[in-house]
Structures are given as structure tokens and as C-alpha cells.
């Protein structure tokens, strides 16, 4: 059974980081391509950042391009969002997904954790 565990979301200042982990209870974690949603409420959830499964091939939305960074651990089944120059906008819900295979510009994920609250005060 896959599990994914999010942690670290929290209360910042506009300007500060965060940096979101995730780790997985996935036996062939470095089979599996992993991704950062987000949803804000009252806002269509959003495909905030990907990674492939070696971690050579990354993808990032417009609006969090340059400011954050997606990173795996296969050794320890984790992975990473560093998000800095926070902005209140970047306030939602962050999930973890991962699925196995594919490429990371597949918005579809079969797993998904319960998700980390990031609230950035202005």
C-alpha cells in the first residue's frame, strides 16, 4: 500500500521559505514520478512542480518558476519543495502525488497525501 506523508507547511512572512517534504512508503520509490499540487480555496487545484523519477527532468509552473525547487531522495523515499520569496498568493493546501511511470508533463497521479497547509501572511 503506497502512503505519502506530507510536512512542513506553516505560517510565514511574505519573503520567507518553506521547504515541504514528503516521504513515501513506496518500496520502488525511484520508479515513481512525484509532483507538488496545490489548491487554494475556492481555486482549481494547480500542478505547482514534478519531478522525474532520477530527478533529471523537472517541471515548474509559470507562477512558481525561479522561486521554488523540486528535489528527490531515493535513498530515503523523499522528496522536496524548497519554496522561497514567498508571496501571500503561494497561501493553499500542498499535496504530494506520486505515480509510477510516465512522464512528469502526466497532470494524472495515482497516490496522493493529505496534504500540508502553507499560509503566507502579507
Known amino acids: 500500500q503506497v502512503q505519502l506523508q506530507e510536512s512542513g507547511g506553516g505560517l510565514v512572512q511574505a519573503g520567507g521559505s518553506l521547504r515541504l517534504s514528503c516521504a513515501a512508503s513506496?518500496?520502488?520509490?525511484?520508479?515513481?514520478?512525484m509532483a507538488w499540487f496545490r489548491q487554494a480555496p475556492g481555486k482549481e487545484r494547480e500542478y505547482v512542480a514534478a519531478?522525474?523519477?532520477?530527478?533529471?527532468?523537472?517541471y515548474y509552473a509559470d507562477s512558481v518558476k525561479g522561486r521554488f525547487t523540486i528535489a528527490r531522495n531515493n535513498a530515503q523515499s523523499t522528496v522536496y519543495l524548497q519554496m522561497n520569496s514567498l508571496k501571500p498568493e503561494d497561501t493553499a493546501v500542498y499535496y504530494c502525488?506520486?505515480?509510477?511511470?510516465?512522464?512528469?508533463?502526466?497532470?494524472?497521479?495515482?497516490?496522493w497525501g493529505q496534504g500540508t497547509q502553507v499560509t503566507v501572511s502579507s
Open positions: 502525488a506520486g505515480s509510477l511511470g510516465g512522464t512528469i508533463y502526466n497532470r494524472e497521479y495515482n497516490y
Open positions: 513506496i518500496r520502488t520509490f525511484s520508479s515513481y514520478r
Open positions: 519531478v522525474s523519477w532520477n530527478g533529471g527532468t523537472t
